[in-house]
């Protein structure tokens, strides 16, 4: 593919095409919509950056603070967005998804919030892709899902129970956070074992050996990044077993 292409999406206004995709492998349809942030102080110089050889890097789509819409990579190609990641059994979460970068400074720009014109745009677009690829809610997912540790993004002040109020993604009213018996690194036994068992049964790259170690206290932060957004601290207590539970049973 050369040059400009019409977007899949009539929600965009804006087509700005990347150099850096391939095709899909072992599927015509992703089944995953992988939301990201930038993580970058400009907005111009995100998307240029996404845009270019150099970088390595591309999205599908790309939404400014104001909501502005614009398409990088054609849904039927595999941008490259997700990096080394997992989910659900699966390494090759490029060629399963469509990745979508959502303007914010991040972590390292003090994680502002998400201005809500841009949230309504998230909201529109997520919409329009989940019902032409039939993508499930368990499959609407961050970055730091499929990546725990080497991603944080969208970080824990994207409101995802918001989003699912709009119809996007998967959600559970977090259990409060409380006191009660909980499990920290170094912790081993049966009911580690079973926190290590629920994870994995939701999709999260995890080993069930029984010690909470330090990649299960990794996959607990990026779960509580995502679903229990009121203490990110890695630390599994009721309030996040519970929201686990209550979120595989749903």
Known sequence: MTGTFKADSDLVTEVRPAVNFGERVGTVSPDIL????????????ALKWLCCEESGVSCHYYIYQDGHMVQLVPENKRAHHAGKSFWAGDTDINSRSIGIEIVNAGHQGGLPDFPIEQMKS??????????????????????????????????????????????????????????????????????????????????????ITGLFDEKTRI????????????????????????????????
């Open 34 to 45: 992988l939301l990201h942030y930038t993580g970058m102080d400009s907005a111009d110089g």
């Open 122 to 207: 998230v909201a529109k677009l997520c919409r329009d892709i989940i019902s032409r690829h039939h993508i499930s809610a368990r499959n609407v997912l961050a970055h730091s899902d499929v990546a725990p540790g080497r991603k944080e993004d969208p970080g824990e002040k994207f409101d995802w129970a918001w989003l699912a109020q709009q119809g996007v993604g998967h959600h559970v009213a977090p259990t409060p956070v409380g006191s009660g018996r909980f499990f920290a690194p170094g912790d081993q036994g049966e009911p580690v074992e079973a926190l290590q068992s629920m994870l994995a049964v939701y999709g999260y790259n995890i080993d």
């Open 219 to 250: 996959v607990v932060e990026a779960f509580q990044r995502h679903f229990r957004q009121e203490q990110v601290d890695g630390v599994a207590d009721v309030s996040t077993i519970d929201t686990l539970h209550r979120l595989i049973n749903d």
